[in-house]
């Protein structure tokens, strides 16, 4: 199952369900992922072929929780 490992889950966010109204969705992608098998990865899921998908980096960042300094890891996000 390749399409697991590209596919990670949906996004589930505020601007992310208002993009659904839209047609538009939002996924979590691996970071090695490209358009063509973000593509194929969709169709072999969810049977419906992609129109168009934008790709972009989540950018790492520094937080602070319970006093302790750490960093939520970035990834990358697909819109399909």
Request: cysteine-free.
């Amino acid at each position: 199952m390749i399409t697991l490992k590209i596919i990670k889950k949906p996004r589930i966010t505020e601007k992310a369900a208002s993009n659904a109204e839209g047609n538009v969705y939002t996924f979590e992608v691996a970071k090695s992922a490209n358009k063509t098998e973000i593509k194929k990865a969709i169709f072999e899921i969810y049977k419906v072929k992609p129109v168009k998908v934008n790709i972009l980096q989540i950018p790492r960042k520094e937080i602070m929780s319970k006093g302790k300094a750490g960093v939520k890891s970035g990834g990358k996000k697909a819109l399909v």
